[in-house]
């Protein structure tokens, strides 16, 4: 018997020019940005760096993906530093210092946090290959996700846009 097709709502989150907070995250200095999803898997932003915009050097438990989207920069990750442009994409591993900042033109990127350390490390899972599990292995290793995810840590700070505030000439929240 065929069953019937299910209705999925489709669920849009906006972000980019007139969306934005008017402030980027702490320790930061000519961004504007926008959480797209969080919860206790990670965060999905939206970074929009002026001339001259900085992400101060800095670390954390998580493992990052600075995806450049639009324009360019540059960033920092341990001691190595590296001009990156549109359609770049940069890891900041777990409990690594690393910075984004921009010179003489502006950049975007969507950045992609992850709760934890990444789970490609060395003895966790080996691409390509398959590693066989004892009965019982699957269940304690479920566990351990779980717990993982939850330790999620870090996120900013939800802010609506009031649109009485918002700059229609240049699109951007004041």
């Known amino acids: 018997m065929p069953t019937e097709p299910r209705s999925v709502q489709i669920e849009v989150r906006r972000f980019g020019v007139g969306f934005r907070r008017p402030e980027g995250p702490p320790g930061t200095h000519g961004l504007t940005g926008q959480v797209i999803h969080s919860d206790s898997r990670g965060v999905v932003a939206e970074l929009a760096f002026s001339r001259g ?35 770049e994409a940069i890891l900041w591993p777990a409990g690594v210092t690393h910075a984004a900042w921009t010179d003489h033109a502006e950049m975007r990127a969507i950045v992609v946090e ?53 700059d229609r000439t240049s699109g951007e929240p004041l």
């Open 53 to 87: 915009g900085a992400i101060s050097p800095h670390d954390n438990p998580n493992t990052t993906w600075f995806c450049v989207i639009e324009g360019g920069g540059w960033v920092l990750v341990g001691d190595e530093r590296r001009r990156v442009t549109a359609g």
């Open 114 to 166: 992850f709760a934890g350390a990444d789970e490609a490390a060395p003895g966790l899972v080996l691409e390509g290959a398959a590693r066989r599990l004892e009965p019982g292995t699957a269940a304690r290793r479920s566990a351990k996700q779980s717990a993982r995810a939850s330790r999620g840590e870090g996120r900013l700070a939800d802010r609506p846009v009031d649109p009485a505030r918002r």
